[in-house]
């Protein structure tokens, strides 16, 4: 098993008990959403976790982690977690901390969206 199914098992264990997770592909990795919106992904660039911009600052003070970075620009409200310094109980705490925050986000349709003529409909 890679190093990055391991953690995603990790991950996919500790959301068991939040209800329905529906898993897909995204960030070159597998991602996990509540309500359609992302809790956390995996990638051998390590657990992206959506923290919210609240808990943002306080989030890159803690070890191991750093900014999620795309294309030369900081994301605001997502974090890296390095998985090589997480223990199973930091997983599930730094889960409890994404989800909590994104169960408060309105759920999103995730139905395909249909575009007719260059309009969403």
Do not use: H
């Not at 992206?48 to 030369?72: C, F, I, N, W």
């Not at 925050?101 to 969403?120: E, H, M, S, W």
């Amino acid at each position: 098993m890679m190093a990055e199914e391991s953690v995603a098992a990790d991950v996919r264990a500790a959301l068991s008990k939040a209800g329905t997770i529906r898993e897909v592909r995204m960030f070159g990795g597998i991602g996990f959403l509540f309500n359609g919106n992302m809790v956390s992904a995996v990638s051998k660039r390590g657990i992206l976790l959506r923290v919210g911009k609240d808990r943002y600052s306080a989030a890159l003070t803690r070890p191991g982690v750093r900014p999620m970075e795309m294309r030369g620009r900081m994301i605001e409200g997502y974090v890296y977690v390095d998985p090589s310094i997480m223990t199973e109980a930091a997983i599930e705490a730094w889960l409890r901390d994404a989800l909590a925050f994104v169960q408060t986000l309105p759920p999103k349709d995730v139905a395909p969206k249909l575009i007719k003529k260059g309009k969403r409909t």
